[in-house]
């Protein structure tokens, strides 16, 4: 059983579109962060959420953590080319531990 | 450019061989983890060192072995290499502080044929 699933698995939109990608689980974490990896290189650092109900923006990114610390979502507004990529959530698992466990990623493609 | 630098970047071998992986971490970083991303599995933490020290292990086989040097930079030993050894490899550095942000490097891609 995955620690974290990731839905949806690929998404493919427009140039323009809206979209929301999602990172649930089972299990409370302290925080949560999400990575997006391009093509031929290593995931880089989005963001951290640490509080229930938090809200972070990054440009046309927004960043939301579940009330119970469950679950987290992160909408794209008016995509572009360029936020091709993989988008990961990862959570630090077991208190103290540094191990970051990740969940198998949403693909997304956006078509100009 | 994260700072994180492995080498090399593509790797071919056969089964049965040894390889070794390098990486140099950020400047200052003292923590270095190595991560395995294949298609089936997704990224997996296999190994986390702190100043030379081994700190956290993961889903690391009894083939593949580490190490963190004087000087911090890590290898990463690949040993009775099988077909589903293939996966990019990477590493990550950081600070070793609360919520804190890893560094990763462009990663190593081994196949074994």
């Known amino acids: 059983t995955q620690l974290l699933e990731q839905s949806p698995q690929f998404l493919s939109i427009q140039e323009g579109e809206n979209l929301t990608v999602y990172c649930n689980s089972s299990?409370?974490?302290?925080?949560l962060q999400w990575y997006r990896q391009e093509p031929g290189e290593g995931p880089v650092l989005l963001v951290t959420?640490?509080?229930?109900?938090e809200v972070k923006k990054l440009k046309r990114l927004t960043f939301q953590f579940g009330d119970a610390r469950k679950d987290s979502s992160l909408h794209i507004t008016a995509a572009q080319p360029g936020d091709t990529g993989l988008y990961l959530c990862?959570?630090?698992?077991?208190?103290?531990?540094?191990?970051?466990?990740f969940g198998k990623g949403t693909k997304l493609s956006v078509i100009p | 450019d994260s700072g994180v630098t492995q080498t090399p970047k593509h790797l071919i071998t056969a089964t049965g061989q040894r390889v070794t992986l390098r990486c140099s971490p950020r400047?200052?970083?003292?923590?270095v983890y190595w991560y395995q991303q294949s298609l089936d599995q997704g990224l997996q933490f296999l190994i986390q060192?702190?100043?030379?020290?081994?700190?956290a292990k993961g889903n690391i086989l009894e083939r593949f072995s580490a190490q963190q040097f004087p000087d911090l930079h890590s290898e990463l030993n690949l040993s009775s290499l099988e077909l589903g050894d293939s996966a990019l490899y990477f590493c990550?550095?950081?600070?070793?502080?609360?919520?804190?942000?890893?560094?990763f490097g462009p990663g190593t891609r081994l196949t074994v044929l």
């Open positions: 990862a959570v630090y698992s077991g208190a103290g531990s540094y191990q970051l466990t």
């Open positions: 400047s200052g970083d003292l923590s």
């Open positions: 060192y702190y100043n030379g020290e081994e700190r």
């Open positions: 299990s409370v974490f302290s925080s």
């Open positions: 990550a550095s950081s600070v070793v502080v609360l919520y804190n942000e890893q560094f």
């Open positions: 959420v640490v509080t229930g109900g």
